[in-house]
């Protein structure tokens, strides 16, 4: 009976100092990655919330890609700008070239039969049969498109891309930001499990020392001493897989912002605490409709495709070129005559029903999916906010209970240990009051991660995380420890834009 009530506290132990935060599945994760911004340096890094979204935005895998696409959408959008802007280039050429006259059809019969006069009667005989001729060619030519509305609303398609894939830079922002917050809040939510593991095997060790004491002096059985060893080796274990797992968990923060991963970092900033008002949901609507990335990005690539499907109706128009040059052509040493062309084309498509047809409907599919994408996507971000909402504000009870606890637990270890200093009872009702507050502390923790968590989801998913996910979470001098009473609360409401 002893033996399983010892085993059944050091167990509670265990579980109530032990976090478990929201895990970042970074095997799913797009965002985990990032591009190394360099060797470790030996010094340790202090790093705060703000340096480390910094590090992220320039060194995350996913926004160096999203920079990547914007240069080749942009140039995209120039090769569409060149067959609506003029044309024009430069050449000139010198060519040294033996011509066979018989093989023109230049023959002595042809030559001889020219007009009398045409050639003097000295020069017929002396005409060889190749000639080599030294020509020089040099001209400017315009070309331009006078009328193509296809080529128009492919070049109005090709700006809406160019906005899209903006947009989708700027959703890479917001993603990169609330991962690595998530990853700071997380490293920060296991530094406070093992500082509260320290702490209290600190506690463990002081009962330890006097439930030896008094067993010596005679005072209390050797059970006493055995149970203060028991719990107290029980909570090096839990103070070993803390640690462990605050440096993974800087491992992993190291790695979504661009730092080696053995380059000492120094968490600067507290776990941030500050209440969030509520916000009504049409106003949160509309500011997600605003500025949510995601859905600024479909309804770009809408309106590319309602160009494109424009673009296909139009390939059955006539379309207007004009071609003109100008320029000298001669031989070396003989007079240079000036060239010139200017020409008009019009084309008129005759016999290209069916590929008509075949553009017409692929572009009007395309328009289609991206209509349902859309709207899709308006319903996604109205269930995202009521579920985000809906985490904050349990979330926030939860802090409020987490907290209660933590205060309970902390008067009722302080009442047993009191006790038992006092001679009045054994050290059990010690180990107990132990177990429930490392279980308390431990839910504390994880319910603070769990709303700064919800909170910058709720900045997400209104589209303005990467301009106030501090204003959501709260300034740092706000911070609350989880070993000690809270001060009071800082309500915090985000700014409408």
């Known amino acids: 009976m002893l033996t399983t009530l010892l085993l059944t506290a050091a167990a509670n132990a265990q579980v109530g100092g032990t976090v478990q935060p929201l895990a970042l599945n970074t095997s799913a994760n797009s965002v985990y990655g990032s591009v190394s911004s360099g060797p470790p340096v030996t010094t340790v890094l202090p790093l705060s919330l703000d340096d480390a979204v910094r590090r992220g935005l320039q060194s995350n895998l996913q926004t160096t890609l999203a920079r990547q696409d914007q240069k080749i959408v942009s140039g995209e959008r120039l090769e569409a700008i060149n067959f609506l802007m003029p044309n024009v280039t430069w050449e000139a050429e010198r060519q040294r070239l033996q011509i066979d006259l018989a093989a023109a059809g230049f023959n002595s019969k042809l030559i001889h039969s020219f007009p009398p006069g045409l050639i003097p009667p000295q020069d017929l005989n002396s005409i060889p049969p190749v000639v080599t001729v030294n020509a020089v060619v040099a001209q400017a030519n315009l070309d331009q498109s006078l009328f193509d509305l296809r080529s128009f609303e492919l070049y109005r398609a090709a700006k809406e891309e160019i906005g899209a894939v903006d947009f989708s830079y700027q959703a890479a922002r917001g993603q990169v930001i609330q991962t690595v917050a998530d990853s700071y809040l997380q ?7 093992l500082e509260n593991a320290q702490g209290l095997l600190g506690t463990n060790a002081e009962i330890l020392r006097q439930a030896t004491l008094k067993h010596k002096a005679g005072v209390v059985a050797k059970l006493d001493e055995l149970r203060a060893r028991v719990e107290y080796q029980q909570q090096q274990q839990v103070v070993i897989a803390q640690r462990n ?12 912002i661009g730092l080696p991963a053995d380059q000492p970092i120094q968490l600067t900033d507290s776990t941030p605490y500050a209440t969030l008002s509520t916000m009504p949901l049409d106003e949160a609507l509309q500011m997600a409709y605003a500025n949510r990335q995601e859905y600024l990005y479909l ?20 379309t207007l070129t004009f071609k003109s040059n100008y320029g000298v052509t001669g031989t070396v040493g003989s007079i240079y005559h000036g060239t ?12 290209k029903e069916a590929e008509f047809r075949g553009d017409r409907d692929v572009a009007d599919a395309v328009a289609s999916n991206a209509m349902s994408q859309l709207a899709n996507f308006r319903q996604q971000i109205e269930a995202e906010i009521r579920d985000n909402m809906l985490d904050v504000a349990a979330a926030r009870q939860l802090v409020d209970v987490a907290r209660s606890n933590v205060d309970l637990g902390h008067a009722t270890l302080n009442d047993a240990t009191d006790r038992f200093r006092n001679g009045i009872d054994d050290d059990l009702p010690v180990v107990e009051a132990q177990s429930s507050l490392a279980a308390a502390e431990a839910q504390l923790v994880n319910s603070l991660y769990q709303y700064n968590v919800a909170k910058i989801a709720l900045a997400r998913s209104l589209g303005i995380v990467d301009r106030e996910y501090r204003q959501y979470l709260g300034g740092a001098s706000n911070a609350i420890q989880s070993t000690v009473r809270q001060p009071g609360d800082r309500t915090t409401r985000a700014a409408t834009r």
């Open 187 to 193: 490293a920060l939510a296991a530094a406070a499990n």
């Open 245 to 256: 797992a605050f440096e993974k968990a800087k491992i992993e923060l190291n790695r979504e």
């Open 299 to 318: 309804k770009a690539k809408l309106r590319s495709a309602q160009y494109q499907t424009r673009a296909a109706r139009f390939e059955r128009l006539p």
């Open 340 to 351: 010139f062309l200017a020409q008009g084309t019009l084309s008129i498509p005759l016999f």
